[in-house]
């Protein structure tokens, strides 16, 4: 059967002599380029702007330290709305699904009532790991509104005077409260700086935005830190300085603090925190998007939608919350260590200074028992959990002995624990020798 | 068969054998509407859009009779296609789980097998001589079966969305929708919400199609190439699923499928969507001119 050759005239060919093989094959060449160029020029784009987006530091003039501090203090931007990302990474071990935190996983199961409706401590221990987007909007002390933008659904606490809603889409439930009267005081004290959990979640998911962050270190910091302004980036479109803190002790995991400051408002728009360990910033949350103008009011009105179940937290609620809060206790300080989280904060006692601050508190035999691996754990105990803790705790900790006794040690990027046979709990953002040394000193 | 009644038909309504650009484009059009016709007509197509209407049809029942006792309290907390806990409140959100349901897999599938049979069917059959013998030329040509494949990904989705809307009324009740973010709106703004979704979910697909063509001028088997577009397109599935891989996803071309959700927040999240809809552009693009550059320059020997 004939060939049938491409038609030049109609189709818009280079030349309009059809015959030949040496033009019909630069031909082809010529016309397979256009794909090659589209693909080329799309990835050279992709390469250049993500290039360019972390160099054009923005010319700014000189600022010294303390009057930037000065200028976020006296930042009273009241309304800002905008979306946030944050990045985690605590460098812990991958947990495998199912076994994630053992015995505890289905405790706090049971608590929550059928897990129906995803407390908001839950959605606070999701934001510990890795990438989320979050959108705010904030007008005024007593009106805020956040929202975790999920895939297909979105986790919304609004908070408007002194009620406060949270809305999970997902299960289509509500959680009403009411609002504390004093929103944001009183949460620098110590030097929590992983959030709280417990009964104040909303408020601990509020504390991820990037002013309560910085407003945190800036309290928790005194004569053993450094403060320098790291020249300016430009974050959000908006140019910013870079306030940089660092730990002069040297037993701290911290590497250093970034907080991109914006330069007209004095609003921090971005914190980082690096482990002295590096790699990729154990927390990075920064705005991707921000202004500064007056939100809708209509974004912090919230009326139950139809059909939504509705959980209302009064006395009976807060105590059940708390006790699932205690079922999560007893996985996080062994998983996170953070400090605060965990146990009873009047039982810790703090040793050290500054950054190399360590907390120690017993966490009763129970838990020395399960740690050393042989432990019926607790009420919940099962024969097959426990033998799922030991094998769990195998993956996460490692054995260490010392002056003290023995015991294991839990790590992450920036904070370790140490939790020793007898039941004790030594926790700090400082390195494994640091805490030893307390268990030794405290035996 | 009708491949050839269809050329022929074509040819008899624009007879002028002068290649006058005029009638060359007249010639163009009618190649459109023939070839829209012709896939429309086949058996094949339309048991393609049955599948895809009796998907909401099958969630509905199944959510209907899942909660049919007790008054609906579908406490599913997440499990399931996205949206689901919201179906027994209101209908139209059938159309959103329906569409986040087909979206993964039937639509793109629906898709590669029109796209892949689009050029290598008409190879394989020995009728793609015929419509090359009309002076239409073949980027025209090609140009027709892109946009009749872009037609159908647009009767598939609205087939979709229509029969959920239907089988929503029917079930469940319609009213004022619940927006994610925990906003109310009226029914008909949630209607056009509905509508910019299943338009979204239709330029979903538009990257799928442009590959799918590609794949058609790369052989004269119509199967083949219906088979190596959806194993093109599970196999890139699999591939966004691994976290290891985060560092290329961003551009893969399902990777943002189901962004089309944000149109459901409060204020609307354009982020995704438009990062979805540009990736597709730039699939459309990639993969279409580069059928563009294999089908005019081969050799057609059948």
Not at chain 1, 193 to 219: F, H, I, M, R
Not at chain 1, 307 to 322: H, L, M, P, S
């Amino acid at each position: 059967m004939a060939r049938i050759q491409p038609t030049p005239d109609t189709d818009g060919a280079a030349g309009p002599d059809g015959d030949g093989g040496g033009t019909g094959r630069r031909r082809k060449a010529v016309r397979y380029a256009v794909p090659v160029a589209v693909a080329g020029v799309a990835a050279a784009t992709i390469g250049i702007t993500s290039a360019f987006a972390g160099t054009g530091d923005p010319d700014l003039p000189k600022i010294s330290a303390q009057d930037l501090i000065a200028k976020m203090a006296q930042s009273d931007t009241q309304r800002i709305s905008g979306t946030v990302k944050i990045s985690t990474d605590l460098g812990l071990p991958s947990l495998p699904s199912g076994a994630s935190f053992g015995a505890d996983g289905q405790g706090g199961k049971g608590g929550g009532k059928g897990g129906a409706a995803p407390s908001p401590e839950s959605k606070l221990t999701e934001l510990l790991s890795g990438t989320h987007t979050l959108r705010v909007a904030a007008d005024g002390p007593d009106k805020q509104r956040l929202s975790l933008v999920e895939r297909a659904a979105e986790y919304s606490v609004i908070r408007n005077g002194d009620q406060l809603w949270a809305y999970d889409s997902a299960s289509n439930t509500v959680h009403h409260s009411k609002a504390p009267q004093a929103p944001a005081e009183g949460k620098g004290k110590g030097k929590d700086k992983g959030g709280k959990g417990g009964q104040d979640a909303p408020k601990g998911l509020e504390a991820a935005s990037p002013q309560e962050l910085a407003k945190k270190v800036l309290a928790a910091s005194d004569e053993s830190t450094s403060i320098t302004v790291g020249g300016t980036a430009k974050v959000a479109g908006r140019d910013a300085y870079q306030l940089v803190i660092k730990p002069k002790q040297g037993e701290s995991t911290v590497g250093s603090v970034r907080i991109a400051v914006d330069a007209k408002s004095g609003v921090p728009l971005k914190f980082t925190l690096a482990a002295k360990s590096g790699g990729k910033a154990v927390v990075d949350a920064g705005f991707t998007k921000v202004d500064f103008g007056k939100p809708a009011a209509d974004t912090f009105a919230f009326t139950p939608p139809k059909g939504a179940k509705v959980t209302e937290a009064d006395g009976k609620d807060a105590g059940k919350g708390a006790g699932a809060g205690r079922d999560h206790k007893n996985a996080l300080p062994e998983a996170l260590g953070l400090p605060g989280v965990g146990g009873d904060a009047s039982g810790a006692k703090v040793t050290g200074e500054g950054w190399a601050s360590i907390a120690q508190f017993s966490a009763g035999k129970d838990a020395g028992a399960a740690v050393a691996g042989k432990g019926k754990s607790g009420a919940k105990g099962g024969e097959k959990n426990a033998a799922d803790a030991g094998a769990l705790l195998d993956s996460l900790g490692g054995k260490v002995s010392g002056g003290f006794g023995s015991g294991r040690v839990f790590s992450t990027k920036i904070v370790n624990a140490l939790v020793t046979d007898d039941g004790k709990v030594f926790v700090g953002a400082v390195s494994k020798d640091a805490l030893v040394k307390a268990a030794n000193a405290a035996k | 068969m009708s491949r050839a009644e269809a050329a022929d038909a074509g040819a008899t309504a624009a007879p002028a054998p002068a290649p006058a650009p005029a009638a060359a484009r007249r010639w163009g059009l009618s190649l459109l509407l023939s070839e829209v016709t012709t896939t429309f007509r086949r058996w094949r197509t339309l048991a393609l859009l049955g599948v895809l209407a009796a998907v909401p049809i099958l969630i509905g029942i199944a959510v209907k009779i899942e909660t049919g006792g007790d008054g609906g309290d579908g406490g599913h907390g997440g499990g399931g296609p996205a949206f689901i806990s919201q179906v027994t409140n209101n209908g139209l959100f059938l159309v959103f789980t329906s569409l986040a349901a087909t979206l993964p897999f039937f639509l793109p599938m629906a898709i590669g097998v029109i796209a892949g049979d689009s050029v290598a069917g008409e190879a394989g059959s020995g009728t793609l001589r015929y419509l090359l013998v009309a002076p239409a030329g073949r980027t025209r040509l090609l140009l027709a079966k892109y946009a009749t494949t872009m037609a159908f990904c647009f009767a598939a989705t609205l087939v979709v969305a229509v029969s959920a809307l239907a089988v929503g009324a029917l079930l469940f009740p319609l009213g004022e929708v619940t927006l994610i973010s925990g906003t109310t709106i009226g029914f008909g703004e949630g209607l056009l919400r509905a509508l910019a979704i299943a338009a979204v979910v239709a330029l979903s697909l538009v990257g799928v199609a442009a590959l799918g063509l590609f794949v058609s001028t790369l052989t004269t088997s119509g199967v083949a190439a219906m088979a190596t577009t959806v194993g093109l397109l599970i196999t890139v599935q699999i591939l966004d699923q691994f976290p290891q891989l985060s560092a290329i996803q961003p551009y893969l071309f399902p990777h943002y499928w189901l962004s089309f959700a944000d149109l459901l927040r409060d204020p609307v999240y354009w982020d995704q969507v438009l990062r979805n809809l540009g990736l597709q552009a730039l699939y459309a693009a990639v993969f279409g001119s580069a059928a563009w550059a294999r089908f005019t320059t081969k050799d057609i020997t059948v």
